[in-house]
């Protein structure tokens, strides 16, 4: 039973940075994936956000991409999100995911609001 516990978040200014990190423990398969996701006010689905694999590979949206860098502790199981310059239309609730290998399940954290202000 994967627990995934998010920190980070907040408000701030457009053009301005934030941090959002993630820390999974409870399990002890081998990770295989972890990620972000967002779901903007208003909307239903949650947008893949970026993923880093267990080789180190990263994948970003195109939206983020040369705006956003996830980074991966593995020693302490925690992927981190960090976020530049960032615009008006990246507010939404963040929340990081989880994959295990030999498992289909998704696991999720429990959100976090980040808003940005025009």
């Known amino acids: 039973q994967a627990q995934l516990v998010q920190s980070g978040g907040g408000l701030v200014q457009a053009g301005g940075s934030l941090r959002v990190s993630c820390a999974a423990s409870?399990?002890?398969?081998?990770?295989?994936?972890m990620g972000w996701y967002r779901q903007a006010p208003g909307k239903q689905q949650r947008d893949a956000v970026a993923?880093?694999?267990?080789?180190?590979?990263?994948d970003y949206a195109d939206s983020v991409k040369g705006r956003f860098t996830i980074s991966m502790d593995n020693a302490k199981n925690t992927v981190y999100l960090q976020m530049n310059n960032l615009k008006p239309e990246d507010t939404a609730v963040y929340y990081c995911?989880?994959?295990?290998?030999?498992?289909?399940?998704?696991?999720w954290g429990q959100g976090t609001q980040v808003s940005v202000s025009s």
């Open positions: 995911s989880l994959e295990y290998y030999g498992s289909l399940r998704l696991w």
């Open positions: 409870g399990s002890t398969g081998t990770i295989s994936r």
């Open positions: 993923s880093i694999f267990s080789d180190g590979t990263t």
